[in-house]
Each structure stands twice: as structure tokens, then as C-alpha cells.
């Protein structure tokens, strides 16, 4: 069965600091690795990423994946009260056939 | 049984059918929660239930109408759907409907639309 391991399960860091969140996973094969962030209702979508190696940025966001050693960061810098949230990683498989296999989420508070 | 469980795993209906689809969390959650996934697509959320009551409606077609008759049950009732339709349907519950609880997803019911 599928795997998605998140680490650490909760993270608590002050205004300013930069933080990075870990996603390892235990899949056989997968089209894509796919970050959320939960805010309020529901996951938001961050990034897709399909190839190893290859960094992707939004603003202070950043992920990358490694197909090799089977996991996948998430990195934000200077972060922001607005950036609490619970982080979620999701692995697609690969016929989109299936579902989506998350892993059980990292929540981030940042203190002002 | 624990988590969240979705019934049936796999359903095909026409264009004319009525169908629903099932959710239950043994959770003890109070916000749940439908969701689309599409090929191709971020997950879609389609509606949102809190305490019963429908918090959120995400521009979803009529054809698709959700019913939370309690905490612990959410349904999706299905008809006159079209086959661009298909999809994975998600639900998830979650301890409240705040920013910071994590949302636990179900298993999903693949919807073919013929």
C-alpha cells in the first residue's frame, strides 16, 4: 500500500524564520507530488512537482523533489503569520485512477 | 470501523440516473466535507458542512446536491449529470471547521458518467 510520511507532525516558529517542511514516501509509481496548504476550508494547492531536481518557487515557497531517495521538501523563508496553516503532501497516482495518497500533514504556527 | 469510509468505491450511472453517494466519519469530527478530483486537476472543493449546517457552496451545479443529515454522515445525491462529470469524488472531515484542523480524507467513489 502507499505511503506518504510527513515530518515533523507540528512546527512552531517565530515571525522571520525560515522553515522546512519533509514529505517521504513509499510509492511504487506516481504521476506527480503534490503540496497543499489547509488553511481554512480546504487544501489550497501549492505545486506540482514531477521531475527530480528541478526547484519550483512561488514567492517565499519553494519545493523540490527527489525521486531518488523518495521524498520531497518544502521550504518558505521570512515567513509570516499569514503562512500558519497545516501543510499537506499528496502523492498522484499514476493512471488517475485513484485516489490521492496524503500524508498526515505538518502544522505550522508562526508566532509574531 | 474507523475514519472515513465512502460508499460505493466505484459507481457508472447515464445521464438520466439518480445516484448517491455515501460518506461517514467515526471520527467524532464536526465539519465534513466534499470534494472533486479531477485528472489533470488540484482537488475542487465543492461543499462544506459544519455542526449539520451548509457553510459553503463552491459554485457547484444543481445537479449535485449534498445532504448532512448528521455530524457523522454526509451524502451526495447525483442526477442529470453529464460525463464531463466524471471523476473522483473525496469527502474529508475534520474536528471544526477551523484553518488549523488537519482534514481526513476518505477513501473517494470513482464516478463514471456515461
Known amino acids: 500500500e502507499d505511503k506518504v510520511v510527513q515530518s515533523p507532525l507540528s512546527l512552531v516558529v517565530h515571525e522571520g524564520d525560515t522553515v522546512t517542511l519533509n514529505c517521504s514516501y513509499e510509492?511504487?509509481?506516481?504521476?506527480?507530488l503534490l503540496w497543499y496548504k489547509q488553511e481554512k476550508k480546504a487544501p489550497t494547492f501549492l505545486f506540482m512537482l514531477t521531475s527530480s531536481g528541478i526547484e519550483k518557487k512561488s514567492g517565499r515557497l519553494s519545493s523540490i523533489l527527489d525521486k531518488k531517495e523518495l521524498f520531497s521538501i518544502l521550504n518558505i523563508t521570512a515567513t509570516q503569520t499569514g503562512d500558519s496553516a497545516v501543510y499537506l503532501c499528496a502523492v498522484e497516482p499514476p493512471f488517475g485512477n485513484e485516489k490521492l495518497t496524503f500524508g498526515t500533514g505538518t502544522r505550522l504556527t508562526i508566532i509574531p | 470501523e474507523t475514519g472515513v469510509t465512502q460508499t460505493p468505491r466505484h459507481l457508472v450511472m447515464g445521464m438520466t440516473n439518480k445516484k448517491s453517494l455515501k460518506c461517514e466519519q467515526h471520527?467524532?469530527?464536526?465539519?465534513m466535507y466534499w470534494y472533486k478530483q479531477s485528472a489533470k486537476k488540484p482537488l475542487e472543493l465543492m461543499f462544506v458542512y459544519n455542526f449539520k449546517e451548509q457553510t459553503e457552496n463552491n459554485s457547484v451545479p444543481s445537479r449535485f446536491s449534498p445532504e448532512c443529515p448528521n455530524s457523522s454522515h454526509l451524502f451526495l445525491h447525483l442526477h442529470t449529470l453529464q460525463p464531463e462529470d466524471s471523476a473522483l469524488y473525496l469527502c474529508?472531515?475534520?474536528?471544526?471547521?477551523?484553518?488549523?484542523?488537519?482534514?481526513?480524507f476518505g477513501p473517494g467513489t470513482r464516478l463514471t458518467v456515461l
Open positions: 474529508a472531515s475534520s474536528q471544526d471547521q477551523r484553518g488549523t484542523d488537519t482534514q481526513y
Open positions: 471520527l467524532g469530527h464536526n465539519a
Open positions: 510509492v511504487t509509481n506516481f504521476r506527480s
